[in-house]
């Protein structure tokens, strides 16, 4: 085989690794081929479906629709062992949207791990746009970050909505290109 063919059936493959789901704005990655060769569930895609809807909410700026998706025993925990409940998440994102001039977000899924009425989900919360100069000292910087994160969705009448978030170690967030602290 020629290499450009391989370099081609490389490129259609990793192509094929993902689905991308666009919903108002919000964006969402699903992986899509896995080791067993199993295609996409139907469960993923319900999951995928609300994480798309939970980020147009937060391209929106809207913490009335983004918490639509959380329980009322919604809880929130950071890498600093910080939790925060449904209410003060809310609060939270709200004062963060503030902040923002522009922003685009969306999740990633690597692995969801069913159980009867609740599953599981291991992947990326991300998030990119430019900050309110009043925020950075009279200009505008350039956002972007990437959180692993740990989610846990419950099945309710209203659908699947999220119980749990909890951030993982490994994120990255930049300003203006930078890893803040890098100098």
């Known amino acids: 085989m020629s290499r450009g063919k391989r370099k081609r059936n490389s490129q259609r493959r990793r192509l094929t690794l993902w689905t991308v789901l666009t919903?108002?704005?919000?964006?969402?990655?699903?992986r899509e081929a896995k080791a067993d060769g199993k295609a996409v569930s139907p469960l993923q895609k319900q999951i995928a479906t609300q994480f798309g809807k939970m980020a147009a909410a937060m391209k929106a700026k809207n913490s009335?629709?983004?918490?639509?998706?959380?329980?009322?025993?919604?809880?929130?925990?950071?890498?600093?062992?910080k939790t925060a409940d449904r209410k003060a998440a809310r609060k939270n994102f709200a004062s963060a949207m503030k902040a923002m001039k522009t922003l685009s977000a969306g999740f990633?899924?690597?692995?969801?791990?069913?159980?009867?009425?609740?599953?599981?989900?291991?992947g990326s919360y991300l998030f990119a746009?430019?900050?309110?100069?009043?925020?950075?000292?009279?200009?505008?910087?350039?956002?972007?970050?990437?959180l692993p994160i740990k989610t846990l969705w419950v099945k309710t009448?209203?659908?699947?909505?999220?119980?749990?978030?909890?951030?993982?170690?490994?994120?990255?967030?930049?300003l203006d290109g930078k890893v803040p602290g890098d100098g």
């Open 64 to 81: 009335t629709a983004l918490a639509q998706f959380l329980t009322p025993d919604f809880t929130q925990k950071n890498l600093d062992g």
């Open 108 to 122: 990633t899924i690597d692995k969801t791990t069913p159980a009867k009425s609740e599953t599981e989900v291991i």
């Open 129 to 146: 746009g430019m900050t309110q100069p009043m925020t950075t000292g009279g200009k505008s910087q350039q956002l972007a970050m990437s």
């Open 157 to 174: 009448k209203a659908g699947w909505l999220l119980k749990r978030m909890e951030q993982l170690k490994g994120g990255i967030v930049r």
């Open 23 to 30: 919903l108002s704005g919000g964006w969402i990655y699903l």
